[in-house]
Nanobody, 125 residues
Framework: QVQLVESGGGLVQAGGSLRLSCAASGRTFSSYAMGWFRQAPGKEREFVAAISWSGFNTYYTNSVKGRFTISRDNAKNTLYLQMNSLKPEDTAAYYC??????????????????WGQGTRVTVSS
């Protein structure tokens, strides 16, 4: 089992940047592929990005390609999401999740086994 804690959310103006972090504890972090999801008020949780256990393979939803970068540091047990050129439609609670399938890449919430509590991102226009 792994415990996940997100941080780095906040209020930013459109066009700005934020970096989210997800600190993992418990079982070996590199045993999991990881993902970021987000949920806006009144909407379903949606896939944002995913990364394989090694960091070699990354996956993005179309709306964030070229603006967001997912990465991980297995030595620090930490997952990151660098978000640039933020837009008001990026406003949501952002969640990291762990997938026991180390290859990763799942875009479904059901593909993940453990979740953090979320961090809120608000982008003002």
């Amino acid at each position: 089992q792994v415990q996940l804690v997100e941080s780095g959310g906040g209020l930013v103006q459109a066009g700005g940047s934020l970096r989210l972090s997800c600190a993992a504890s418990g079982r070996t972090f590199s045993s999991y592929a990881m993902g970021w999801f987000r949920q806006a008020p009144g909407k379903e949780r949606e896939f944002v990005a995913a990364i394989s256990w090694s960091g070699f393979n990354t996956y993005y939803t179309n709306s964030v390609k070229g603006r967001f970068t997912i990465s991980r540091d297995n030595a620090k047990n930490t997952l990151y999401l660098q978000m640039n050129s933020l837009k008001p439609e990026d406003t949501a609670a952002y969640y990291c999740a762990a997938d026991r399938n180390i290859i990763g890449g799942s875009r479904l919430t059901s593909g993940y086994d453990y979740w953090g509590q979320g961090t809120r991102v608000t982008v003002s226009s």
